[in-house]
C-alpha cells in the first residue's frame, strides 16, 4: 500500500493539532527508517505566516512536549515537515506543491463550520464565502483545492487522496458532496469528473488534546532539550487516528505507527464526537458560566464533572449499543483526559464554534433518545448551557472573547434580546432538525434552562497546583 520513493503529504492548515498529530505519526515512521513519506505544510489565510516563518527558519523542525496526568512531560523534535509551502494572496505556492505528481495524499484541518454546510449537511451555496469563492477566490478549503487541482489535472492528472483531519461526523463523505457540489455549481465539469473519479475521501477520526500554544512552553523546551524552538506546540500524552483504508495513490505505512487502518470508521467517529467533543463542549460552556478558565478546573467540579457523566451514561451509551468499544471505560479516559491539569486546555477553545456543534454533536442523541420513546432529560443539559452561555454572550459578560465562525452578531444579538428568545432557540431548525418543531422539546429545554439558571449565577472554586481559582470577578 505504501507509494514510491519521495512521496509528498501536503497538509493544508498549519495549526497545533496537525503539528501534535498527523506531523507526529509520519515523523516516527522517518523514526524507524520509513523515509519514503514527508510532509509539506501550507496555510489558505496569512494567519500562519509568523508560525510558518518560524517554521522556516528551523528547517521545519520544533518539538513536540507532551504530558500525562501524572504530569509526566516528555520532548521529542518531530521532523516529518520537509517543505514550508510559503503564503502568498494567490496560493501560488499551494497550487505547485498540490500540482507535483510526488504529492499523493493532500491533508487539511478545518473547524467544523470550515464546511459551510446546513442542517441537512449540503452545502450553504448562499454563505458569502461561498459566493465570493464561486465567483473566483480562494477564501475557503473549497475554493483553494479547486484552484490546486485544476493545475494538478492540467499537469498530468495523477490521482491524489484528500483526507479530512478534523472533528466532523462522516467527514470525507460530507466533505466530499460539499466539494462536488461547490464544483456543480462553479460549472466546472472536467474538474468534477475527474474529481469523482481520481481522489478518494477517506472517513477518519482524530483524537489529541492539543491546546493553543502558550509562551511558557518554549522555556520547558530549552531547558529539557537544548533547542531554542520558536515553534514549540503541547498536547496530551494521549493519541489516536483511525482511518478508512481507500487512498488513491498510495499511503504512508501508518499502522506500523500504530494508526488503526480500517473499513469503517463510523462507531469509532460516533464514540469520540458524543462521548469526548460533546462532553468538551458541555465542561467548556458550564466552567465558563461558573467563572473558571481552563477545562481541567471544570472537570474538576463535581456538579460539572456530573453532567457530562450523565449526558453520557443516560443517553449516549444506549443510542451507541452494540459497539465494538468498551464505552464505559472511553467515558471514563475522556473525563480523566479533561481533568489533566498540565494541559491548561481553555475553556475559551473548547467553547468555540458551539453553533455548528449543537447540530453535529449533540442533536443526534437528542434524536434518538425521543425515537426510541426516552426523554433526554441528560442531554438537554447541553444546549440549556449553550443557551446560557449565549446570554452571557449577548450581555458582553463572557470573560473572553466567543469565536464561531457560524456566527451572525447582529441576527443572533436580536434573537437574544426578545422576550420569547428561548422558544426561537429551541424552535432553530438549523440547531435542532425535526425537534425544532417538537413541543416535547421545547418544554424540556425550558424546564432545563430554568433548572441550571440559578445554578449558573454561583461562582465554583477548584484547587490546582496550591492555587485557588475562584470566580466572580
Not at 51 to 72: K, N, S
Not at 88 to 108: H, N, P, S, W, Y
Not at 387 to 396: G, I, M, P, V
Request: glycine share 6%; proline share 5%.
Amino acid at each position: 500500500m505504501t507509494a514510491s520513493t519521495h512521496s509528498v503529504w501536503m497538509h493544508i492548515g498549519a495549526g497545533s493539532f496537525h503539528r501534535a498529530h498527523q506531523a507526529w505519526y509520519l515523523h516516527r515512521l522517518r523514526e524507524q527508517g520509513d523515509k519514503t513519506w514527508h510532509i509539506a505544510l501550507s496555510n489558505i489565510r496569512d494567519d500562519a505566516v509568523p508560525l510558518l516563518t518560524a517554521l522556516t527558519a528551523q528547517q521545519g523542525e520544533y518539538v513536540l512536549e507532551t504530558v500525562t496526568p501524572e504530569g509526566d512531560r516528555a520532548y521529542e523534535k518531530i521532523s516529518s515537515i520537509r517543505t514550508i509551502v510559503p503564503w502568498d494572496a494567490e496560493l501560488k505556492g499551494m497550487i505547485a506543491q498540490g500540482a507535483d505528481a510526488a504529492t499523493r495524499v493532500i491533508a487539511f484541518t478545518v473547524t467544523e463550520s470550515g464546511y459551510y454546510l446546513d442542517n441537512d449537511h449540503q452545502l450553504d451555496a448562499q454563505h458569502p464565502d461561498i459566493q465570493a469563492d464561486l465567483q473566483g477566490e480562494a477564501r475557503t478549503l473549497y475554493g483553494a483545492l479547486t484552484r490546486v487541482l485544476l493545475a494538478r489535472m492540467a499537469a498530468h492528472g495523477d490521482p491524489v487522496t484528500l483526507l479530512n483531519c478534523d472533528n466532523l461526523r462522516h467527514n470525507g463523505e460530507r466533505f466530499r458532496q460539499g466539494f462536488l457540489t461547490f464544483l456543480s455549481l462553479r460549472k466546472e465539469e472536467a474538474l468534477y469528473a475527474w474529481v469523482r473519479d481520481q481522489t478518494t475521501s477517506p472517513n477518519t477520526m482524530v483524537d489529541r488534546i492539543t491546546p493553543r500554544p502558550t509562551d511558557d512552553i518554549a522555556p520547558r523546551v530549552l531547558k529539557a532539550t537544548g533547542f531554542r524552538d520558536s515553534a514549540p506546540v503541547m498536547a496530551e500524552s494521549f493519541i489516536q487516528w483511525v482511518i478508512e483504508d481507500d487512498f488513491a495513490a498510495g499511503r504512508p505505512a501508518l499502522e506500523n505507527v500504530g494508526v488503526e487502518l480500517v473499513d469503517s470508521v463510523l462507531p469509532w467517529e460516533e464514540a469520540k464526537i458524543r462521548i469526548l467533543n460533546a462532553s468538551h463542549s458541555c465542561i467548556a460552556w458550564a466552567g465558563t458560566l461558573v467563572g473558571q478558565l481552563c477545562i481541567h478546573q471544570s472537570t474538576q467540579t463535581p456538579e460539572i464533572k456530573e453532567m457530562a457523566w450523565e449526558y453520557v451514561t443516560q443517553d449516549v451509551i444506549p443510542s451507541l449499543l452494540p459497539s465494538p468499544l468498551d464505552l464505559e471505560e472511553y467515558r471514563d479516559v475522556v473525563l480523566a483526559r479533561f481533568a489533566n491539569p498540565w494541559i491548561r486546555d481553555t475553556n475559551q477553545r473548547v467553547a468555540a464554534d458551539g453553533l455548528s456543534k449543537i447540530p453535529g454533536f449533540i442533536t443526534p442523541t437528542l434524536m434518538e433518545r425521543y425515537a426510541s420513546g426516552e426523554t433526554p432529560r441528560a442531554t438537554a443539559v447541553l444546549p440549556a448551557l449553550f443557551f446560557l452561555f449565549l446570554q452571557r454572550w449577548h450581555a458582553e459578560a463572557l470573560p473572553y472573547a466567543y469565536q464561531d465562525g457560524a456566527l451572525n452578531a447582529p441576527e443572533l444579538h436580536a434573537l437574544l434580546g426578545r422576550e420569547d428568545a428561548l422558544q426561537r432557540f429551541a424552535s432553530d431548525e438549523t440547531l435542532f432538525g425535526p425537534l425544532a418543531h417538537k413541543a416535547e422539546f421545547a418544554t424540556l429545554l425550558q424546564d432545563t434552562v430554568t433548572s441550571l439558571t440559578d445554578w449558573a449565577k454561583q461562582p465554583q472554586s477548584v484547587s490546582d497546583e496550591g492555587v485557588d481559582y475562584v470566580s466572580g470577578n
